[in-house]
């Protein structure tokens, strides 16, 4: 094993100071910024809190007498009915006394008041106010009908039985978890460039010549790349996650796992990158070359717009390894565990494995020539 | 291996009909030549001679098209592996990472020869100091000025201590004193052993510090000698007081040597 070239490998991917930028404070930023821009686009569920809502009535009005029991029916949703005679109730509006106020002025009218910010609250009120009109006016069809043909009306209650039932199905995660998670992830297959660092100092001077003479086999150059690139990777990614996680409050899930995969997908870029670097001469065209694929592949993995709402074809999607890196991570964030994770990992292996080799393919022509 | 333990006179280097053709143009045309151990020897030619040609492929860095190269007795076309320890090859780039530290640099090529542990460390200790770098080993290479980097870059290629060190014109672009360290460390590394192998512009280098003078043009040998060899070959009298550059005037002409690059 050709531990000094891995070392000296490493400082000097280590030693760039624009790479360091790159693979710890870009995503930092780029999660700070996405996790705001889209904080509702991830906001699925609305908790709403108790409210009150304040009605008025004309004496004598046929809803008054039951207004008690609609108050303890309310009460039970976490809405606080409270009458108010007399006032403004514009002004109740206005200084928040009231979230909407209900005016019933006639037996088949009422006016329900309600500011901008309170469109749920009034649509709730809405819904629950015109169920018990329903019932009320029912009621008093049902009385009026039986005097007038004398029938007794039975005397057993009738009593609607609501069953609730809540299905268990996945939390959504919130904007920071969740680009704080992809764009970990992303940045992990941008570190390709970690490689540009050794790969351009060796190609301006005449190093590759040099080595050629040394008694230094194709697998043992492959590996003072791969190792090093592998292990700045990792690092740099740690160190990111690290200061995401308490500049953000991320939270991640199975730590250990997610540290499993970081560490595949850093050998998958460092094998993806040889490959790139050893088919295009020129730096600059490899790293263009690298990040359009990566770009291509968050793209239909979620990293830009939540794999959750993405309207692209599925076998595109699947295609994507990012996909089930994404899915996975995100996946042991919400709920704990991914029926993702063995296809993930597997995927993961597969390019190291395959990349490996054409890497190592490509070094040994390259010397040949 | 030490350097004062290599024996001399044995034929360290042989090259019969090497060819190299690029695009069916001979670049080097069956140059056919021996260098002995012990030896300086100087390689001269205009721009585009074949010179850095023939070089590289006695490093086996470039295939020959024709003919053979002999290193050590090994054929370096099946056994190039067995002789690489025993090369040093200083190229006329600089062959050092700018981001790393002098001693960093030596550690790393020495080591590519299969050199560890405390070998490692004299190995690189002994060759700044050789290279006059030892008191500025944790400087940074790009921090070097150009004639530190040079100096540096043979450095790099002594760790293993060579018996064969071909220098590919090392003291382009630097200052004198720097070019006078150079040539006073290849001899004394030839008196303590090594065989050198020598190619420069500069006629008074390899007038200073070779024994024996190849002049190549056109990708052919067109003199062999000592420099009083050389001398003679062009004019009658034993002792005239020719320089080299007459000489190599004489002989290769004084027609300007343009050429462009991929033609070589």
């Not at chain 1, 609305?46 to 009005?61: A, D, L, Q």
């Not at chain 1, 169920?131 to 008093?140: D, K, L, P």
Request: hydrophobic content about 40%; glycine content about 6%; some cysteine.
């Amino acid at each position: 094993m050709p531990w000094i070239l891995i070392k000296n490998n490493l400082k000097l991917m280590l030693r760039s100071k624009w790479i360091l930028f790159m693979m710890i404070i870009m995503p930092l930023i780029t999660i700070g910024l996405l996790s705001n821009a889209f904080k509702s686009m991830l906001t699925t569920s609305f908790e709403i809190n108790e409210f009150k809502v304040g009605y008025r009535t004309n004496t004598g009005s046929l809803y008054e007498p039951m207004m008690s029991k609609l108050q303890d029916s309310c009460k039970e949703q976490g809405i606080l009915l409270q009458e108010y005679p007399e006032g403004d109730i514009k002004e109740l509006l206005l200084n928040r006394t009231v979230a909407v106020f209900v005016d019933i002025q006639s037996d088949n009218f009422y006016k329900l008041y309600r500011s901008d910010e309170k469109k749920i609250e009034a649509a709730m009120t809405d819904s629950i106010f015109s169920g018990f009109f329903y019932q009320v006016n029912e009621a008093v069809t049902v009385k009026t009908y039986s005097v007038q043909n004398k029938i007794n009306p039975s005397t057993e209650q009738w009593e609607s039985k609501l069953i609730q039932e809540k299905l268990p199905t996945d939390p959504v995660p919130s904007s920071t978890d969740y680009y704080g998670i992809i764009y970990i992830v992303y940045f992990a297959w941008c570190g390709l460039v970690s490689l540009v660092a050794v790969i351009s100092s060796e190609r301006k001077s005449a190093i590759l010549r040099r080595m050629r003479i040394t008694q230094m086999s194709n697998l043992n150059q492959y590996l003072g790349k791969f190792i090093p690139c592998t292990l700045a990777i990792f690092l740099e990614v740690c160190a990111s996650w690290i200061l995401s996680v308490l500049l953000y409050d991320i939270h991640w899930g199975n730590i250990g796992i997610s540290i499993f995969i970081i560490a595949l997908i850093s050998m998958a870029t460092s094998a993806f990158g040889i490959i790139l670097f050893q088919l295009f001469h020129n730096v600059a065209i490899g790293i263009v070359i690298g990040f359009i694929i990566t770009w291509i592949c968050g793209y239909f993995g979620g990293s830009f717009q939540s794999y959750m709402y993405l309207d692209i074809p599925k076998f595109l999607i699947n295609a994507s390894p990012i996909y089930y890196i994404n899915r996975t991570l995100v996946e042991f964030s919400t709920v704990g565990h991914s029926d993702y994770a063995g296809i993930c990992i597997g995927y993961l292996l597969a390019i190291i494995f395959s990349s490996g080799l054409i890497g190592i393919l490509l070094i040994r022509r390259k010397m040949e020539e | 291996m030490k350097w004062e333990d290599i024996e001399l006179s044995e034929t360290i280097l042989r090259l019969e009909g090497l060819t190299k053709k690029y695009d069916n143009k001979p670049v080097v045309d069956h140059i056919n030549l021996e260098i002995k151990k012990g030896e300086i020897f100087g390689l001269l030619g205009p721009n585009g001679a074949g010179k850095s040609t023939t070089m590289n492929m006695v490093c086996a860095l470039v295939k020959p098209t024709a003919g053979k190269v002999e290193l050590f007795d090994y054929d370096t076309k099946t056994d190039m592996k067995k002789v690489k320890s025993k090369l040093g090859y200083i190229p006329q780039e600089l062959a050092i990472h700018g981001n790393l530290k002098a001693w960093e640099n030596v550690e790393l090529f020495t080591s590519l020869y299969g050199i560890k542990g405390e070998q490692l460390k004299e190995a690189v200790t002994e060759s700044l100091e050789f290279v006059g770098l030892e008191d500025k080993r944790n400087g940074f290479a790009k921090k070097y000025s150009g004639g530190m980097k040079r100096r540096l870059n043979i450095a790099c290629a002594i760790g293993h201590k060579p018996e064969l060190l071909i220098f590919d014109e090392p003291t382009v672009g630097i200052d004198p004193q720097s070019r006078n360290f150079i040539l006073e460390k290849i001899k004394y590394v030839n008196q303590h052993g090594a065989t050198v192998i020598y190619t420069s512009h500069y006629m008074e280098e390899i007038e200073a510090i070779c024994t024996r003078i190849a002049i190549m043009d056109n990708g052919k040998i067109i003199a062999i000698g000592t420099k009083e060899e050389l001398v003679e070959m062009v004019t009658s009298n034993k002792d005239s007081n020719m320089t080299l550059e007459e000489v190599f005037l004489t002989l290769t002409g004084k027609k300007l040597r343009d050429y462009a690059e991929g033609e070589i």
